[in-house]
């Protein structure tokens, strides 16, 4: 199951998840894995931490960040998928996602690295993701394009064992 953080404005009129330039970026890294983008979107349940498009941010720069109200009114949408799908693998993308679960920590601790967690849904293990969008500097700052590269690794390695036992990755 992979999260992200909320619908941008390219999937408000194509109803396709991560259908836009962080969705090409995302796709791209997830090949990198092992998982092109038609694979992926065939094994992976894609979600997000809220369903609307919360509007351009105020400096023209991307999309508003969802706000606490915003996720709240959301969050029972993204705990019954979780309950119904029971993953367990979940792959959070960007910070709102990671937080949910692993709570708010630095990025370079936890990119990089799988984590155990438990949802509503069950026990899962979480390989988070930067956020793919243009407006985020974090994978151009130094070491943090080999924390990517080490998470694609364990993101391969765990679907690559995935499709060796026929099983869902996600």
């Given at each position: 199951m992979l999260i992200g953080q909320a619908p941008g404005q390219v999937e408000t009129t194509g109803g396709k998840p991560f259908a836009g330039r962080a969705g090409r970026t995302l796709f791209r890294w997830l090949e990198r894995a092992g998982l092109d983008e038609s694979a992926a979107r065939d094994v992976l349940y894609i979600a997000a931490m809220t369903r609307c498009y919360p509007g351009p941010h105020p400096s023209g720069r991307g999309d508003r960040v969802?706000?606490?109200?915003?996720?709240?009114?959301?969050?029972?949408?993204?705990?019954?998928?979780?309950?119904?799908?029971?993953?367990?693998?979940?792959?959070?993308?960007?910070?709102?996602?990671i937080d949910r679960f692993l709570g708010p920590r630095p990025l370079?601790?936890?990119?990089g690295h799988e984590h155990e967690v438990e949802h509503v849904g069950g026990r899962a293990v979480a390989i988070p993701l930067p956020h793919p969008s243009g407006?985020?500097?974090?994978?151009?700052?130094?070491?943090?394009?080999?924390?990517?590269?080490?998470?694609?690794?364990?993101?391969?390695a765990r679907?690559?064992?995935?499709?060796?036992?026929?099983?869902?990755?996600a």
């Open positions: 969802p706000s606490p109200a915003e996720r709240a009114q959301c969050a029972d949408w993204l705990e019954d998928e979780l309950r119904i799908i029971r993953p367990t693998l979940i792959v959070p993308v960007g910070r709102l996602a370079d601790e936890v990119i407006a985020s500097s974090w994978v151009h700052q130094p070491g943090n394009k080999a924390l990517l590269e080490r998470a694609l690794d364990l993101l391969g679907v690559n064992s995935a499709a060796a036992g026929h099983r869902s990755v």
